[in-house]
């Protein structure tokens, strides 16, 4: 349900950032703050609710956790803020699904982990989908072409002909 939720409340974020004239008004890094204040209510709310906080018991623990919360967190929303705001919010979409492809690549790469097929096929599906979307234009051209060329006329399926 929560992950539901997320995927929601994300796609219209990514829309009014983008199509709303008062939301695109206000600066990136103040926009940030309004989402990283929401995300922190979600997180407060569950707390009230009885979910227990484990907080790291080394300071390596703390490092690792600052890390967490900037690197992926902070810098990936103030760098999707400004994708939308420099080149919409399709575009920006339509690389945010190339996330995990590049998640897995950097992982084979810098920390050498084994790639299973399942991830190969994954990744394959994730490219060729992006491909679709980015490519849906001539598409749509494509297909409007193959319609005109077999002509349908519903209306008078339904209707008997009149001489």
Not at 140 to 161: E, G, Q, T, W, Y
Request: hydrophobic letters at 55%; glycine letters at 4%.
């Amino acid at each position: 349900m929560l992950v539901m939720a997320s995927a929601l409340t994300y796609a219209i974020y990514i829309v009014m950032v983008n199509s709303s004239k008062a939301i695109s008004r206000i600066p990136t890094t103040k926009l940030l703050f309004y989402v990283l204040i929401s995300g922190c209510s979600v997180f407060l709310f569950k707390i009230a609710a009885g979910t227990d906080l484990i907080l790291p018991a080394k300071p390596s623990g703390w490092y690792n956790l600052v890390a967490l919360a900037v690197i992926p967190t902070v810098l990936s929303l103030a760098c999707t803020s400004a994708a939308i705001h420099i080149i919409g919010s399709t575009a920006t979409a339509i690389f945010g699904a190339l996330e995990p492809v590049t998640a897995v690549v950097l992982s084979v790469a810098f920390l050498g982990q084994p790639i299973t097929p399942q991830e190969i096929v994954g990744g394959v599906l994730i490219v060729i989908a992006t491909t679709i979307v980015v490519s849906s234009n001539s598409v749509d051209r494509v297909i409007l072409h193959v319609r005109k060329m077999f002509p349908r006329n519903f209306k008078n399926l339904s209707a008997p002909k009149q001489k």
